[in-house]
């Protein structure tokens, strides 16, 4: 520890994710805590947390591949994503205008397209 006692940037580990799938599978994994990832639980925040968490990967280099895959994916295969409207839109209306089971639909297809790649099946 540097600066007087408090950490600085070059003290906290790297612990970042080369996909913003594997961290929407940790947001799975801990989903009764969503507001500390997303703050309000709305699919726009996701949204923005997702678009966000790209740039992040983009400004490093990283196009990240396995996102686009899982997006074409929820595209070609599942059918839950039309050309002219995102995930959010589609999902909400999916979910009857409920925000965090959209949310939930998102991060339970993150899942199974994880479980899927896993066992080299899609």
């Not at 990283?62 to 409207?85: A, T």
């Not at 839109?89 to 297809?109: E, P, Q, S």
């Amino acid at each position: 520890m540097t600066n007087q006692g408090r950490e600085t940037s070059a003290d906290i580990p790297d612990r970042g994710f080369d996909s913003v799938l594997d961290y929407l599978l940790v947001i799975r994994r801990d989903f009764a805590r969503l507001e500390m990832f997303i703050g309000e639980p709305r699919v726009q925040s996701m949204e923005g947390f997702i678009l966000g968490y790209r740039l992040c990967l983009s400004t490093r280099g990283n196009m990240d591949d396995r996102y686009l895959r899982f997006r074409e994916w929820l595209r070609e295969v599942k059918g839950e994503i039309i050309s002219s409207e995102g995930w959010a839109t589609k999902f909400l209306r999916d979910c009857g205008n409920d925000h965090v089971r959209a949310i939930r639909k998102l991060l339970d297809l993150a899942a199974e397209f994880h479980a899927m790649e896993q066992r080299g099946t899609c």
